[in-house]
């Protein structure tokens, strides 16, 4: 297990750093560029020569690969030309916020989507089965941006009960928790679908097995077979599933933050995006890329721990 | 495989899915947008660029313009039906060519196995540890918002989940007698790969090609929705949202008739997608 696990940890080492070398590439192969975005189209070439070398762009890059990577080992993740400050300034903050909608959506996701998943597996083919199977493919098929529309347009503007932008101040008029409902509802619907199908899937498996139909035969009450004998083992299989929700809902909710203009680490990115702001990208890319290699890990373990007939080696 | 065997067995395929009224109702819907994405020019009451300063005075839907107009005076339903044009060329392009590379790569790993698999899983388990929307936004940012570029966007995102699909079954499939006679024929390994193998694979991904259809449509409208599409004018379902949504309190129709388009659309696929896995889970 230990064993496992080191292997695993190396292989996210390696993989962020063959990520940060292709991120960084990505952006700063042609360092003219860089001098040229902050000198403006008017400046002459040998200005935009001069500034490149006193910026060190000059030098080979995988020398600059080297300087940038010992920099955001030690803690510091460049400067943002967008926000004009450092990057460190404003990650943090916007983390901290996208950590407080994710963390919401997951509180409803995990055990609704449990119920309807187990609700819809114990009869497969049943007509309860076949109505949560359908609306959740139809639900996960809404594109997050399209639902934040129809929303909007029931709650915002029909009913007008709920405000349609969440930017996390009280000055708007509207308490932060009601600010908080859209979004949360948007990544809900988008996200529950696809963990119910998992969900249904793994009971609709279990229930075919022969214990079950033991303990139907024995006599037990439905209730008893479903609650203390498949439930149990329905949970293994979708547990990782379950965990690499996580991924999605930090890293994925650029859509929606953008939607309803929610200060994250999504929108974030999507600003850094649209501006050029190298800096903040790479920085944004790379925690990106660890949220969803070290959600990975941890699904393994846990489904280790789960089942224990499963050993990696 | 002939030409004719892809028909039949695309017709084959259309005839089997009446008995799954999910999978009719995603074909219907489907088919719909590609009847409107073909007769766009027929159809479409206005020239979907032209600006009628007539219509800003009331943009609501009215008889002129039957779904209303934008904030520029355009023809909302011309703009829609233009748009799936769009969508519907830019989508299956960009997931051709996705499954072009990812079966061949897939084909490769599975069959050569070896360094060949350990560098082609290794490059797939970067790309696919990258969050999707992450990946999309890195792919525009560096090579700038155009049709071309968001094919190769999708391309990027999509190629590694299908070579992962492929290698997957064709470490099955390698073992099965079928291919050991190839072998023994002396059939070259390009030939097994793509007659042998890829051919008995099919079925799954016929499955998976039309989900991604639809993944990719959400992939196409959120790119528009956030301003990493197509440049405008020309008309497509995210970009159409993303210009009307600060009016959504005074004028909703404006983003609610492409929102409810592009929704239409990738429900009919995954319900297409959903009718086809019943089937092939029958045979």
Sequence with gaps: ?313 | MSNDGVIALAWNRIRLLKESPVGMVGAFLVLFWIFVAIFAPLIAPYDPNANNMDALIDPTPSAVNWLGADNSGRDILSRIIWGSRTVLIVAPIAVICAYIIGCLLGLMAGYYRGWVDQVINRIADILLSFPAIVLYIIVIMKLGPSAINVIMAVIFVATPQITRIVRGMTLELRERDYVAAAKMRGETALYIMLVEILPNARGPLIVDACLRLGYTTIAIGVLGFLGLGLPPPDPDWGGMVKETYAMMTIYPHMSLFPAAAITSLVVGFSLLADGMREISLRD
């Design chain 1, 1 to 313: 297990m230990l064993a496992f696990l080191f292997k695993r940890i190396a292989l996210l080492a390696f993989t962020m750093l063959a990520v940060s070398l292709l991120v960084f590439l990505a952006f700063e192969f042609t360092p003219g560029q860089v001098a040229r975005k902050v000198l403006g189209p008017f400046a002459t070439q040998d200005q935009v020569d001069r500034l490149t070398e006193e910026l060190g762009l000059n030098r080979p890059v995988i020398e600059r690969y080297f300087d940038w990577l010992t920099n955001t080992l030690q803690g510091d993740l460049g400067f943002s030309t967008l926000y004009k400050q450092p990057v460190n300034d404003i990650i943090w903050d916007r983390l901290g916020n996208t950590l407080l909608l994710a963390g919401v959506a997951f509180a409803v996701i995990v055990p609704l989507s449990i119920i309807l998943g187990i609700a819809a597996g114990m009869k497969e083919g049943s007509i309860l089965d076949r109505s949560i199977s359908v609306s959740s493919i139809v639900t996960t098929s809404v594109p997050e941006f399209a639902s934040g529309v129809f929303l909007a347009t029931i709650f915002v503007i029909w009913l007008g009960i709920l405000p349609g932008t969440a930017p996390l101040d009280a000055g708007a008029g509207w308490p932060i928790w009601q600010q908080l409902i859209l979004p949360v509802m948007v990544m809900v619907l988008y996200d529950l679908g696809y963990v119910v199908r998992m969900v249904r899937a793994s009971m609709v498996e279990v229930m075919t097995r022969p214990y079950i139909r033991t303990a139907i035969l024995k006599g037990l009450s439905f209730r008893d077979v479903i609650l203390k004998h498949a439930l149990r083992n329905a949970m293994i299989a979708p547990f990782t599933v379950i965990l690499l929700q996580i991924n999605y809902l930090i890293t994925g909710v650029v859509v929606v933050e953008a939607v309803f203009a929610y200060p994250g680490f999504g929108r974030m990115l999507l600003e850094a995006a649209l501006s050029q702001d190298v800096a903040t990208v790479e920085a944004a890319a790379l925690f990106a890329v660890f949220v969803s290699v070290s959600t990975q890990i941890a699904g393994d373990l846990g489904y280790m721990m789960l089942n224990p007939r499963i050993r990696f080696s």
